[in-house]
């Protein structure tokens, strides 16, 4: 079992930044990939950003590459997502995941563990 926190949603004007963190319990060891999806009302869930937390290899949305980075602090086994250069169209429920990573990092059915959901707000 896995257990994850999220924190650090809020509302912001467009070109502002936010960052979330997804705090990890449990049996992290087991589930090495963790990831940022987000979902907007009436869309799918939609993975943002991924980590194999033992490699150090990150995976990225085309739609977030050069704006959104996750980062890991082992010490607190915390994984973080930066957001700059925030659009409207980043409005959604941020979630944070973990699993053991076999059916790809942008697949919601990789990740059997998921927090309870952060909302970002962007106004334009």
């Known amino acids: 079992q896995v257990q994850l926190v999220e924190s650090g949603g809020g509302s912001v004007q467009a070109g502002g930044s936010l960052r979330l963190a997804c705090a990890a319990s449990?049996?992290?060891?087991?589930?090495?990939?963790m990831a940022w999806f987000r979902q907007a009302p009436g869309e799918e869930r939609e993975g943002v950003a991924g980590?194999?937390?033992?490699?150090?290899?990150?995976f990225y949305a085309d739609s977030v590459k050069g704006r959104f980075t996750i980062s890991h602090d082992k010490r607190k086994n915390t994984v973080y997502l930066q957001m700059d250069s925030l659009k409207p169209e980043d409005t959604a429920m941020y979630y944070c995941?973990?699993?053991?990573?076999?059916?790809?990092?942008?697949?919601?059915?990789?990740?059997?563990?998921w927090g309870q959901g952060t909302q970002v707000t962007v106004s334009s």
């Open positions: 995941a973990a699993g053991a990573g076999s059916l790809g990092w942008d697949r919601p059915q990789t990740y059997p563990y």
């Open positions: 449990g049996d992290t060891y087991r589930n090495p990939y």
């Open positions: 980590a194999y937390i033992p490699g150090g290899s990150l």
